[in-house]
């Protein structure tokens, strides 16, 4: 088995995939690499040379883009729809710009003024073409593309014929196939405890996501705001570990789940652990 | 989130087979002689006086020959003036074997380079649309052959 260990998406992240050499699997993961590093680039909310940045820093409302943008995109506004608005990238994008202000005021300031602004019915996708409704609006795909990138790494390897393989970005999870024999095991990490799991998940050919409140958060004056942005104060579940066919879809329905606990998961799916 | 099996070796293999990498530098070296072969024909076809490399005056030739043009035009003399001067790397006035073996060898590379570039854009639409495909069936699409993000439209 070969396995690789390096950073992408502000996480750790790691491959596992079984292959004749190492020469093999050197060579199969500078090509994967070659991919994730285009896709973190393109879609980054912060990359000033992202398509993201040039979206949210556009001179008009109107905007044409990328055709696998579109369709990245076409996806994240299907499952606004389906989640009912709780899991929205102009939510996540448009109040992001909050996290800039250096005093709580400013903050909520800030997160005042953009809030009307601050939700998926301003944008409007026409093929690739992408229609904004006000100057305000933001999108932020960090809800959404370190999925994809999972679930295309893993797609990837399929067509290069490797027979198991497990793809771990930040536990954004996917695996197929054996590992010695067994299905890929899988520990959820205690959010408090990081050396003990709470429970533990058998996966093959499946995804595993978990989103929590807890690892990744901006302080300001003391006072923590979850990277997953809800238009709700209230937090009942400070993790959530769901089960489904591809990351994209685990990834969403795990974060939507958080922000908005009383939507019903779609049968093709599972809640793996909920804290 | 901690992984089961993960906290292995790196790597761990009993297979040896090298069939894939021998392919490789065979083929690699299969490319070399025709490399090599096209620059011994184009010297042979431009070294009319047979000493090995090629001058100026022999290269306008040439030039002048594939154009079909026979008289001195300036514009055609300017053009074979710039790529005699590219392909003359060491600026030594003559273009040897070797020089003119890299240049092809640099063209070629370039136009793999292009391929490349389109085969990865082509990949990444294939697998975009297999995953479109699987989320879309998780859901009940009926239509599920296309990629289009028309069919993500509720």
């Known amino acids: ?275 | 989130m901690t992984i089961g099996n993960s906290l292995t070796s790196s790597y761990s293999s009993n297979v040896h087979s090298q069939s894939s990498a021998s392919s490789m530098s065979s083929s690699s070296q299969d490319f070399g002689n025709v490399m090599s072969q096209m620059a011994s024909t184009l010297m042979t076809s431009m070294d009319t006086n047979n000493n090995n490399s090629i001058d100026k005056s022999e290269f306008q030739q040439a030039i002048d020959s594939l154009s079909g043009n026979s008289s001195n035009a300036s514009t055609s003399s300017s053009n074979a003036d710039q790529i005699f001067s590219a392909l003359d790397t060491n600026k030594d006035g003559t273009i040897s074997s070797d020089e003119l073996l890299s240049a092809l060898k640099q063209a070629q590379s370039s136009d793999d380079a292009s391929a490349t570039q389109t085969s990865t854009q082509k990949s990444i639409e294939d697998l975009q649309s297999s995953l479109l495909q699987k989320i879309l069936a998780a859901y009940g699409s009926t239509d599920t052959t296309t990629s289009s993000n028309a069919s993500l439209i509720a």
């Open chain 1, 1 to 275: 088995m070969y396995i690789a260990h390096f950073s992408a998406f502000t996480t750790p992240c790691e491959l596992q995939f079984d292959v004749a050499t190492k020469e093999e699997g050197d060579r199969i993961l500078a090509s994967l690499l070659t991919d994730v590093k285009y896709l973190q680039k393109q879609y980054s909310f912060f990359d000033v040379t992202s398509e993201i940045y040039a979206i949210n820093h556009r001179q008009s409302d109107t905007f044409t883009l990328s055709k696998e943008l579109s369709v990245i995109l076409a996806l994240a506004l299907f499952y606004a729809r389906l989640t009912q608005g709780a899991f929205d990238i102009a939510l996540a994008g448009t109040l992001k710009q909050a996290q800039k202000a250096i005093s709580l005021h400013e903050y909520q300031a800030i997160s005042a003024k953009l809030t009307p602004f601050a939700n998926f019915t301003a944008l409007n996708l026409e093929g690739e073409r992408l229609y904004f409704s006000n100057p305000y609006t933001q999108i932020d795909l960090g809800g959404i593309v370190k999925e994809y990138a999972v679930d295309q790494t893993i797609m990837r390897l399929q067509t290069m014929g490797i027979s198991s393989a497990l793809v771990n970005f930040g536990g954004d999870i996917a695996a197929y196939g054996m590992c010695h024999d067994e299905p890929w095991c899988i520990g959820i990490q205690d959010p408090k405890k990081p050396d003990v799991n709470v429970a533990t998940v058998m996966l093959r050919d499946a995804s595993l996501c978990t989103s929590g409140h807890s690892k990744r958060y901006t302080a300001i004056e003391e006072h923590r705001f979850s990277h997953i942005i809800s238009p709700h104060s209230e937090q009942r579940y400070a993790q959530m570990s769901i089960i489904a066919p591809t990351t994209v879809d685990a990834g969403v329905w795990s974060t939507a789940l958080l922000v908005n606990p009383t939507l019903s998961l779609p049968k093709h799916m599972s809640k793996a652990f909920v804290l």
